[in-house]
């Protein structure tokens, strides 16, 4: 089944490069079209030379990719005001490179994928039946008669659905399968079929995008004007373009780097960007892991915990959102002394309930408390049922924040951690398990981090002794030569590394890969690079950086050997 589905796949998108999709080619009256397929607007000679960012530049590579399962729940809430149809309990969940879950490397299609987007085609199609006419209003006792009303469903929904303009031959199979649908039948039968039909789509289930030449550029093409407003919409809201982006793209304005940047500052002041924003710093954070089994922590040690656990994630995700939306430094983030709680994590972190119920702004101890190193949600998820985890601390500040190579432990050794000894402290007893020169190789690289963190213990809450003795929180950053370093305590860590050249980079990087989809490869360097020029222009501003990606090459463009990409 997944060959056929494949087969389908490449048959479908092939057949679209002979003139039926974005203006490659012409209409069914062989009038040539411009890159929107529809409406007024330039087309690709009109458009500005793509910006140089190197010499020579290029956008990198880029490949076909599916919908992950948050876009298609997204998408689909979208489509149908409000209604997921039940898609995400139905689809499988997605899988990971590094931090992201929109790393194409990954998105491939499985046959359990097969079989769930056949379930949820079916879901999908029968709650837009159910509100069919108020998602594409049509009257079966005007002159097309059922099957008008069919043709006005397949061009108007189908122009949301595949998030771009329907061709004429498009909506004519459309109608044919409404037809054979209705045979024997009703109207709302054959509605069905065609609904499924379209929910089934390549169009639909991946993010297409072909492009249009640029004269005199054999080696590039620039994404069309709907191309780069679905791209726009998928980067910053995870879900399809609205109203205002969809006539953005029929009127020609997004066929310069400026145009693009407006909309995406108009974009980012939209509620929507919540949703888009969040999900990148959920993932790049591990937000989730807090629910997951890695927040789960001894009762009998630490009692209660559990109930807080859902509101250690509510704080992290308040904090994260209007750090970004009402502030968007970079050091903010790290280095912030206070955090949104309620009357619960009031006595988790040792401060006054709030007066109002909900997350409240408080302040906390700035001798103690900077920024997401220091908030429950990563000091309990990075750590044991029973102690903390100098070692799965560290090393998220190592490769989350400073971008560090992903390493393993050496074949045959146990990762396992150290019983609790009432008498030792957890540095001492990962400092005694760690000391042959076989271990230290790597945990010289991020021990030494995650001591700083050791005031703390397995859910979060400040120390001063640690098996029976005071907390040594000294550590250093040894592996990066710009941030390299002795520190003391959370707070001259969270501070160093918000004045480190390399986790400024690591975030400029980690944006990119997420815009692109893809890992970072060497053929990004130039972009890359001015992207962090534009980051440090900016104060370090994170809202800045994210319009940058927007007029990036890998964004705006790709090049012509390339498939359909992100």
């Not at 190579?405 to 007893?429: C, I």
């Not at 815009?515 to 890359?528: L, P």
Request: charged content about 20%; aromatic content about 8%.
């Amino acid at each position: 089944m997944k060959r056929w589905f494949m087969g389908f796949l490449v048959l479908t998108i092939g057949g679209a490069c002979t003139g039926e999709i974005n203006g490659r080619g012409t209409d069914n009256s062989g009038t040539p079209r411009n890159d929107t397929g529809a409406g007024p607007g330039p087309g690709p000679a009109n458009a500005v030379a793509p910006p140089k960012i190197g010499d020579p530049w290029n956008p990198g590579s880029s490949s076909l990719r599916r919908l992950t399962k948050f876009e298609y729940v997204n998408t689909v809430t979208a489509l149908l005001q409000g209604d997921d149809a039940g898609t995400a309990a139905i689809l499988p969940d997605d899988d990971f490179a590094g931090a992201f879950d929109t790393n194409s490397g990954v998105l491939e299609v499985s046959d359990q994928h097969i079989e769930k987007y056949v379930l949820a085609a079916d879901a999908v199609a029968a709650a837009a039946l159910l509100k069919i006419d108020r998602l594409a209003p049509c009257d079966q006792n005007a002159a097309g008669g059922a099957e008008g009303c069919a043709r006005v469903v397949a061009k108007t929904f189908g122009r949301r659905v595949f998030r771009r303009p329907v061709t004429d031959d498009e909506v004519s199979r459309l109608v044919t399968i409404y037809r054979a649908g209705a045979a024997g039948a009703t109207h709302a039968e054959g509605l069905r079929w065609l609904l499924k039909e379209m929910f089934q789509s390549p169009y639909f289930l991946y993010h297409i995008q072909l492009g249009v030449q640029i004269p005199g550029e054999p080696r590039l093409v620039r994404l069309s004007h709907h191309e780069l407003a679905s791209r726009l919409s998928y980067f910053l809201w995870a879900s399809l373009p609205d109203d205002a982006l969809f006539a953005a793209a029929d009127q020609g304005l997004l066929g310069t780097a400026d145009q693009v940047a407006r909309q995406a500052r108009q974009m980012l002041a939209d509620p929507r960007a919540r949703q888009g924003v969040g999900h990148f710093f959920d993932q790049w954070l591990d937000a989730s892991a807090i629910a997951g089994t890695r927040g789960v922590k001894l009762p009998g040690v630490y009692n209660g915990f559990d109930a807080l656990r859902p509101d250690l994630r509510t704080e992290l995700a308040t904090f994260v959102e209007r750090t970004f939306f009402d502030n968007g430094r970079f050091e903010t983030l790290l280095t912030a002394p206070y955090s949104f709680v309620n009357a619960r994590l009031a006595t988790l972190y040792g401060v006054a309930a709030p007066a109002q119920p909900g997350f409240t702004r408080v302040e906390l101890d700035p001798r103690q408390r900077a920024g997401i190193l220091t908030q429950g949600a990563f000091l309990a998820a990075h750590a044991h049922p029973d102690q903390s985890s100098p070692v799965l601390r560290g090393n998220f500040v190592r490769e989350r924040l400073l971008c560090g190579s992903a390493l393993q432990p050496p074949p045959g050794v146990a990762a396992n951690p150290p019983m609790v000894d009432p008498n030792q402290s957890a540095r001492q007893q990962i400092e005694t398990l760690t000391s042959g020169a076989t271990c230290q190789a790597c945990h010289q690289l991020f021990n030494p981090i995650g001591f700083a963190l050791e005031n703390f213990d397995a859910v979060g809450r400040w120390r001063t002794t640690d098996g029976g003795k005071p907390v040594n929180a000294s550590g250093q950053i040894v592996e990066f030569p710009t941030t390299a370093g002795p520190f003391n305590g959370p707070v001259e860590l969270a501070q160093k590394l918000a004045q480190s050249p390399d986790a400024r980079s690591c975030v400029v990087e980690q944006f990119y890969q997420y815009a692109a989809s893809r890992w970072k490869t060497d053929t990004d360097g130039d972009t890359v690079a001015w992207l962090a020029r534009k980051f440090a222009d900016s104060q370090q501003d994170m809202r800045e950086l994210v319009i940058a990606a927007t007029v990036t090459p890998a964004f705006q463009f790709k090049l012509a050997a390339d498939g359909g990409s992100k």
